[in-house]
Structure formats: C-alpha cells, structure tokens
C-alpha cells in the first residue's frame, strides 16, 4: 500500500497537468480495482498485488481532492479549506469501521472481506460522480462556444 501510494503521489503532478479532476476518476477506478483484487484474492501474490494498485489509487486521490477543494476557495480560505479535508479524512476513517460493521450487521453478513467491497463500491462511485461532473461541464462549456 505505502509503495503504491508513493509511486500515486509521484506520478500526480504529471497526471493532473493532463488530465485536470478527471485524475480523481482514474485514482477512484485504481482504488476500485484495488479494493476488488483484495477482496477477491486468495494468495499472498494477490493481496500485495491489491494493495499496491489500491495505495497507488489512494496515494492519487487524496491529494488531488486537497488540491482541487483549495482551488475551488479564495486563496485565503484554502487553508480552511484543507482543513476540513483533514477533519472529513479524520472522522471518516473513524466511523467507517462502525458504519461497516452496522451494514453488514443489518444484512447479515459474516464475510471478513465485506468492508473492502463496501470501500470499492465507494470508490467506484467517487469514479462515477466525478465523470458524469466533468462529461457536464464539458457538455455545458460545448453548448456555450459551439465553435
């Protein structure tokens, strides 16, 4: 994870030039297949092989979320602005623990990978939320200037 998530952070700054926030889809899509490898895999080979394409994923994601939400203020409230990121990661990393073991509780689910396909369905759906945003924006900014 922590080797994925070194190399993701490394390889940000030249993917953002590129691709703008469609590098939170790409992250959100490595998490995602990540997440499944782990959840899915059976040997050692596949649990190292997920958490190295999650930790890539992730080592992506967050950052760009940083960045993204302090270009989306003022330039004097972008220290707010990650602040909140922190608190948000902070408390979230928190409560998942509970909020999957209510879910699984509440379907009946003993499998002890459950919370990881939870985590890549999420991730899935951050992947999913930030293309059709940015497939809008492109749809929008094509009606604006048809030329």
């Known amino acids: 994870f ?7 952070g490394h390889i940000m ?4 030039s590129r691709l ?7 992250a959100g899509l490595a998490c995602f297949i990540g997440e499944i490898t782990l959840a ?5 080979g596949m649990m190292f092989l997920g958490s190295l ?5 992730f080592g992506m994601m967050m950052p760009s979320i940083a960045l993204f939400s302090g270009f989306a203020v003022r330039p004097e409230q972008r220290a707010f602005a990650l602040s909140v990121n922190a608190i948000g990661n902070g408390v979230g990393t ?8 209510a879910i699984a ?6 499998w002890d990978r459950f919370s990881i396909l939870l985590s890549a369905l999420g991730a899935l759906s951050i992947a999913a939320t930030f293309s059709i945003s940015e497939w809008i924006k ?8 048809p030329a």
């Not at 922590?2 to 993701?8: D, F, N, R």
């Not at 509780?105 to 003993?110: H, P, R, S, T």
């Open 40 to 44: 899915m895999g059976s040997n050692l």
């Open 53 to 57: 394409v999650y930790g890539l994923g």
């Open 94 to 101: 928190f409560l998942s623990a509970y909020i999957f073991a």
């Open 138 to 145: 492109t749809a929008r900014a094509a009606k604006r200037d």
């Open 2 to 8: 922590s080797l994925g998530g070194t190399y993701g």
């Open 20 to 26: 703008q926030k469609r590098v939170i889809v790409l």
């Open 105 to 110: 509780g509440l379907f009946g689910v003993a």
């Open 13 to 16: 700054s030249r993917l953002i």
